[in-house]
Structures are given as C-alpha cells and as structure tokens.
C-alpha cells in the first residue's frame, strides 16, 4: 500500500491493541475502514465520540510543529469544521460495511 503510517512501536508491543480506524485520501474523497463493534453498544456512541475528540489533539500539535500554526487556533477551527460537517455535510457517505 502506497504510504502507510508505520504502527506505533508501544502499540506493536501491546498485546491488547487494537485498531479501530483507518482513513485515507482516495479519489477525491475520504475512504475509511473502521472497528465499529470495538466497544458495546450502550458505551459505543459516547467511546467513538471521545476518540474522535482524542484525535484531534495530536493533529493540532503536529500542525503546530510541522507548519507553525497556533494549537489552540487550530483546535477552534477544527471545532467549528466538525460541527459544519455533522450538520451540512460536503460530501455524501457511501459504501458498506464489509
């Protein structure tokens, strides 16, 4: 596969791991596999709605590093792009859980 991120090496040595998404930019659009099960059905909406919360920190802090941009500007715009998303979103969803 062309440009895989390499797996963390504390994740490689965690027994317990497990991967619950992917993403990647493919044909003008975003295509994801993902875990859904990964946790149970009551706690599901509330356990995916934190990692996705969680992801958005590391993102802030590596666009600070990589591009000089101020964390807490991109945490807000982040923010503000998410709730836009989740009420009008650009693009439809398609595809099948497979």
Excluded at 7 to 25: F, G, H
Excluded at 38 to 66: C, E, F, N, Y
């Amino acid at each position: 596969m062309a440009r895989e991120l390499a797996v963390p090496p504390n994740v490689a040595a965690d027994k317990n791991a497990a991967e619950l998404i992917r993403a990647w930019a493919s044909d003008g659009g975003l295509v994801c596999s993902l875990n859904p099960t990964a946790w149970p059905k009551d706690q599901a909406p509330i356990a995916w709605g934190i990692l996705l919360s969680d992801v958005t920190r590391p993102v802030a802090d590596a666009l600070q590093q990589s591009h000089s941009l101020d964390k807490h500007a991109v945490l807000g715009r982040m923010r503000e792009v998410f709730d836009t998303e989740l009420d009008r979103p650009t693009a439809e969803t398609k595809g099948k859980f497979v």
